[in-house]
């Protein structure tokens, strides 16, 4: 039997969802295409996830998402169980969240987004969500397991100015 294919949830938002025959070449022939990743969107996303590490999800300012405590120290690369598709084709999920919530009776996945956000977004980043709650629901074997994943959010900042 041959390997699984590996997706990362995020290739769903930045790769399928953009050029989809340069997603097909880094699938099927290895080639990639690196378009670079400004460094402020990382920094920005360590002081985020700094902040709002154990911290109640009221920090959250929205009254949309049940009490529980925001876990932003899950930095390992996760991979799920091998899945099979609808044609018997055996693939693995593999990537990092930037938080989760921990409600004690179940999970929530947050994605932190460096953006503003609008109804096209959000569907574009849909396939990434459910893809990290099948990545912890069904975790490869010595993996975080978050069962079961009751909700997926993203929490957008969007600056609109910065202070020196």
């Given at each position: 039997?041959s390997?699984?294919?590996?997706?990362?949830?995020?290739e769903?938002?930045?790769g399928?969802?953009?050029?989809?025959?340069?997603?097909?070449?880094?699938?099927?022939?290895?080639?990639?295409?690196?378009?670079?990743?400004?460094?402020?969107?990382?920094?920005?996303d360590?002081?985020?996830?700094?902040?709002?590490?154990?911290k109640?999800?009221?920090?959250?300012n929205?009254?949309k998402?049940?009490?529980?405590?925001?876990?932003?120290?899950?930095?390992?690369?996760?991979?799920?169980?091998?899945?099979?598709?609808?044609?018997?084709?055996?693939?693995?999920?593999?990537?990092k969240?930037?938080a989760?919530?921990?409600?004690?009776?179940f999970?929530?996945?947050?994605?932190?987004?460096?953006t503003?956000?609008?109804e096209?977004k959000?569907l574009?980043?849909?396939?990434?969500l459910?893809?990290?709650?099948?990545?912890?629901?069904?975790?490869?074997?010595n993996?975080?397991?978050?069962?079961?994943?009751?909700?997926?959010?993203?929490?957008?900042?969007?600056?609109?100015?910065?202070?020196?």
């Amino acid at each position: 039997m041959s390997k699984p294919y590996l997706f990362s949830p995020s290739e769903f938002a930045f790769g399928y969802s953009g050029c989809k025959r340069c997603y097909y070449d880094l699938k099927v022939n290895n080639i990639r295409i690196n378009f670079g990743f400004p460094s402020i969107f990382s920094k920005i996303d360590s002081i985020q996830k700094e902040f709002y590490h154990n911290k109640t999800s009221k920090y959250l300012n929205t009254n949309k998402v049940p009490e529980g405590i925001i876990k932003t120290d899950y930095a390992k690369l996760h991979k799920s169980e091998v899945l099979y598709d609808q044609k018997d084709r055996a693939f693995q999920l593999r990537g990092k969240i930037d938080a989760y919530i921990d409600h004690k009776d179940f999970f929530s996945i947050i994605d932190f987004k460096v953006t503003n956000i609008n109804e096209k977004k959000s569907l574009t980043y849909m396939t990434q969500l459910n893809s990290y709650a099948i990545m912890f629901e069904k975790p490869d074997l010595n993996y975080l397991k978050l069962n079961p994943v009751k909700n997926l959010g993203i929490f957008c900042f969007e600056p609109k100015n910065l202070k020196l």
